[in-house]
């Protein structure tokens, strides 16, 4: 089966206004395909607002594109996504999220019943919201191996499973020969596996394939002298292991610090 993908950058140009007016810009792109995935856009999004960027994640629900930003902010896009509302993650008391620990929010999920799941990074939890950006419950209890990630290298993506098992990736240390996933098992217990890395990749995105119980792993890589790359691979979360690469993109294709991953399906094709 061929996998589409496609990839969205994001730029932000100071200002505020809510609802937030956004600009899309397709960017040139040197081709790429192989036997699973072919590259189909580069699009450029820029918006009249400072909170606009650093989007952390992806999520589709109910037709609706989701995003959240490392601030702590949920991104609620129109159809076109010529609009976008803007709405800040709260505490449970209501007051908003103050400090670094606090306000790294870096993957969502779908809760169901109108909620999301947002993970958060540094102070590692798992919050339910509703999408007005209020705590809509208890933090999901996490397995024990969580709080003794480093500070800045803890959850870093959460998908749920098509019968309502979470499923977590720990970004890891660099350099770092694996990381932690974890997955409930019917008992929503917690079953810890290592992940392996390698070649300097990190995870930043997870997101089920539609009508499949496999999951898409994002992967980041950064040098200076080097740049950024990124990789997809599926992985088999019954087992804990990585079944294949689907492509490793590199320049002069145009990336950037891509951290939010969402797959599609229509009558020809999946699409990330």
Known sequence: MRYILFFMLVWAIPAVAEPV??????????????EHLKLLSVTQLEADSSDFG?????????????????????????????LVDIVPLL??????????????????????????????????????????????????????EVYDLPFNDGLEAVEVSSDGRLVIVAEGPKDAPSTFLWVQDEAKEWQAYKLPLSDGFRPTGLTRLPDDERMVLLERFYRPLQGVAIRLSVLNVETGQREKVLATLRSPTPLDNFEGIIAEKNEKERRF
């Open 54 to 82: 650093g989007l952390s994640a992806l999520l589709k629900k109910e037709g609706q594109l989701l995003a959240v930003s490392d601030r702590a902010h949920l991104f609620q896009f129109n159809p076109d996504m010529s």
């Open 91 to 144: 505490e449970k008391n209501d007051d908003e999220l103050d400090g670094d620990h606090r306000v790294d929010s870096e993957s969502l999920a779908d809760a169901g019943d109108g909620l999301i799941y947002v993970s958060f990074e540094r102070d590692d939890r798992i919050v339910p919201y509703n999408l007005a950006g209020y705590v809509m419950g208890k933090e999901l209890p996490l397995p024990k």
């Open 21 to 34: 007016k956004v600009w899309k810009k397709e960017v040139p792109f040197a081709p790429f395909q192989n």
